[in-house]
C-alpha cells in the first residue's frame, strides 16, 4: 500500500492514510495512541456523514473478519463503516508494555478515534459505535469510563460480552436447560450427555480457567446443532483473522498480547453500571448464542441508563445473527441509525 498523506492530531495521534476518489470512500491508516499504532480501515459512504465504529470480538479478533458479507456490503452503501483493530489485535502494531495492555486502555483507543474522525471529516458527523463479544465489552467500558458519549450517537451492543464474571454462570445455566432439552428428546445424545455430566460438576462460584476454556469451546460446538438461520450472505467468518500482509511475527506477537487482554477482561462485570450509559441504544442478541447467553443481554437492557434502549432477539441465530439473520439484522440496525443520527 502506497501511503499519500500525512495527518498529525495533538502530539499523540498520527496517522498515515491512503484513500481513492469514488462514490464510496476507502481508506486505511494507524492512528497512534501512545506506544500502539492502531489499524483503521473505512468503507462506505462518507457523503452520508454518518460513521459507524465497528469493534470486533476477541480477544484475538481482527476487523478483518467484520468487513465483508451482506451487513457490510448493505451498511457501506448508506454509512462509512469505521473497522478498528484493536490494541494488540490483528493488525495494530507498537511496543505496549504489560500496563498499556487494558481494556482501561483500549477505551481511551476508542475514544481517541472517535475524535479524530471528528477532526478528520468535521465536527457535524454522526458517530455510532458498536461491538460485537469482547467488542460489547471495550464498547460499554468506553461509554462508562470516557466521555465518548458526549460525541456519539448512539450505542449497538451486539452479543456483547460486556460482564465476563457472569457470563460463564449464564453458560453453564443454558447448557443445563437447554442440553436437558435436548437429551430428553434423544437429540445428540454423544455431545449432550458428557457436556451436562461436566457442567453439572462445576461450582459456578469457582469457575476455573481451564474450565472457562472448556465452556468456550464446546458453546461454539453447541450452536452447530441448532436450526438456525443461513441466509447464504457469506463474507463474516468469526472468530477467524486473515488480514492482508499479516506477518507470523505479528500473529505471534497477538497471541501474547492477547492472554494478556484476556486475563485483564475477566475482571470486568459492567451490568450494574450500564445505568451510566444514557445515550440511545440497541441490543441485538442470537437465542441460541451459548458463548454469550442471551441473559446477559436480558439483564445488560434492564440496567442500562438510556431512555431509549431496544432489545431484539433472534430466533434462529448463535452468536453471530449478523450472519444467520443478516438481512433482518441489517434491517433493524439501519432503522436504529435512521432514527437517531
Same mark, same amino acid.
Given at each position: 500500500?502506497? !501511503?499519500?498523506?500525512?495527518? =498529525?492530531?495533538?502530539?499523540?495521534?498520527?496517522?498515515?492514510?491512503?484513500?481513492?476518489?469514488?462514490?464510496?470512500?476507502?481508506?486505511?491508516?494507524? =492512528?497512534?495512541?501512545?506506544?500502539?499504532?492502531?489499524?483503521?480501515?473505512?468503507?462506505?459512504?462518507?457523503?452520508?456523514?454518518?460513521? &459507524?465504529? !465497528?469493534?470486533?470480538?476477541?480477544?484475538?479478533?481482527?476487523? *478483518?473478519?467484520?468487513?465483508?458479507?451482506?451487513?457490510?456490503?448493505?451498511?457501506?452503501?448508506?454509512?462509512?463503516?469505521?473497522?478498528?483493530?484493536?490494541?494488540?489485535?490483528?493488525?495494530?502494531?507498537?511496543?505496549?508494555?504489560?500496563? $498499556?495492555?487494558?481494556?482501561?486502555?483500549?477505551?481511551? $483507543?476508542?475514544?481517541?478515534?472517535?475524535?479524530?474522525?471528528?477532526?478528520?471529516?468535521?465536527?457535524?458527523?454522526?458517530?455510532?459505535?458498536?461491538?460485537?463479544?469482547? /467488542?460489547?465489552?471495550?464498547?460499554?467500558?468506553?461509554?462508562? &469510563?470516557?466521555?465518548?458519549?458526549?460525541?456519539?450517537?448512539?450505542?449497538?451492543?451486539?452479543?456483547?460480552?460486556?460482564?465476563?464474571?457472569?457470563?460463564?454462570?449464564?453458560?453453564?445455566?443454558?447448557?443445563?436447560?437447554?442440553?436437558?432439552?435436548?437429551?430428553?428428546?434423544?437429540?445428540?445424545? $454423544?455431545?449432550?450427555?458428557?457436556?451436562?455430566?461436566?457442567?453439572?460438576?462445576?461450582?459456578?462460584?469457582?469457575?476455573?480457567?481451564?474450565?472457562?476454556? !472448556?465452556?468456550?469451546?464446546?458453546? &461454539?460446538?453447541?450452536?452447530?446443532?441448532?436450526?438456525?438461520?443461513?441466509?447464504?450472505?457469506?463474507?463474516?467468518? !468469526?472468530? =477467524?483473522?486473515?488480514?492482508? $500482509?499479516? *506477518?507470523?511475527?505479528?500473529?505471534?506477537?497477538?497471541?501474547?498480547?492477547?492472554?494478556?487482554?484476556?486475563?485483564?477482561?475477566?475482571?470486568?462485570?459492567?451490568?450494574?453500571?450500564?445505568?451510566?450509559?444514557?445515550?440511545?441504544?440497541?441490543?441485538?442478541?442470537?437465542?441460541?448464542?451459548?458463548?454469550?447467553?442471551?441473559?446477559?443481554?436480558?439483564? /445488560?437492557?434492564?440496567?442500562?441508563?438510556?431512555?431509549?434502549?431496544?432489545?431484539?432477539?433472534?430466533?434462529?441465530?448463535?452468536?453471530?445473527?449478523?450472519?444467520?439473520?443478516?438481512?433482518?439484522?441489517?434491517?433493524?440496525?439501519?432503522? &436504529?441509525?435512521?432514527?437517531?443520527?
Amino acid at each position: 500500500m502506497k !501511503y499519500i498523506g500525512f495527518f =498529525l492530531l495533538s502530539s499523540f495521534l498520527l496517522v498515515t492514510a491512503c484513500s481513492r476518489q469514488s462514490d464510496e470512500v476507502f481508506d486505511q491508516f494507524f =492512528l497512534r495512541n501512545g506506544k500502539a499504532d492502531l489499524f483503521v480501515e473505512i468503507n462506505g459512504n462518507i457523503a452520508s456523514k454518518v460513521f &459507524f465504529i !465497528y469493534l470486533h470480538g476477541g480477544p484475538g479478533g481482527g476487523a *478483518s473478519s467484520y468487513n465483508s458479507g451482506f451487513f457490510a456490503d448493505e451498511m457501506e452503501k448508506d454509512y462509512a463503516m469505521v473497522y478498528l483493530d484493536q490494541r494488540g489485535n490483528g493488525a495494530s502494531q507498537g511496543n505496549n508494555t504489560q500496563e $498499556d495492555l487494558t481494556i482501561a486502555q483500549n477505551s481511551e $483507543d476508542i475514544f481517541a478515534l472517535a475524535r479524530l474522525l471528528q477532526a478528520r471529516y468535521g465536527e457535524d458527523i454522526s458517530i455510532f459505535l458498536a461491538g460485537h463479544s469482547w /467488542g460489547g465489552l471495550t464498547s460499554a467500558h468506553a461509554l462508562i &469510563f470516557t466521555d465518548i458519549q458526549d460525541i456519539l450517537k448512539g450505542w449497538i451492543e451486539m452479543n456483547g460480552a460486556h460482564d465476563f464474571v457472569k457470563n460463564d454462570i449464564e453458560v453453564i445455566k443454558m447448557f443445563q436447560r437447554l442440553g436437558q432439552e435436548e437429551v430428553d428428546q434423544d437429540n445428540n445424545l $454423544d455431545f449432550w450427555e458428557p457436556v451436562l455430566e461436566r457442567v453439572n460438576e462445576m461450582d459456578t462460584l469457582n469457575i476455573s480457567g481451564e474450565e472457562s476454556g !472448556y465452556l468456550n469451546d464446546k458453546a &461454539f460446538e453447541a450452536e452447530s446443532l441448532f436450526d438456525l438461520a443461513d441466509e447464504e450472505t457469506g463474507g463474516f467468518a !468469526y472468530p =477467524l483473522y486473515a488480514a492482508p $500482509d499479516i *506477518s507470523l511475527a505479528t500473529l505471534a506477537a497477538n497471541g501474547a498480547v492477547n492472554l494478556i487482554l484476556n486475563d485483564d477482561s475477566e475482571q470486568y462485570a459492567l451490568t450494574d453500571q450500564l445505568r451510566l450509559i444514557e445515550i440511545p441504544s440497541l441490543l441485538l442478541w442470537g437465542k441460541y448464542d451459548f458463548v454469550v447467553p442471551p441473559a446477559i443481554g436480558e439483564s /445488560g437492557f434492564a440496567q442500562l441508563g438510556s431512555a431509549e434502549k431496544e432489545l431484539i432477539i433472534y430466533e434462529r441465530s448463535g452468536h453471530s445473527p449478523m450472519s444467520n439473520e443478516a438481512i433482518q439484522f441489517t434491517e433493524d440496525v439501519k432503522a &436504529f441509525i435512521e432514527r437517531h443520527k
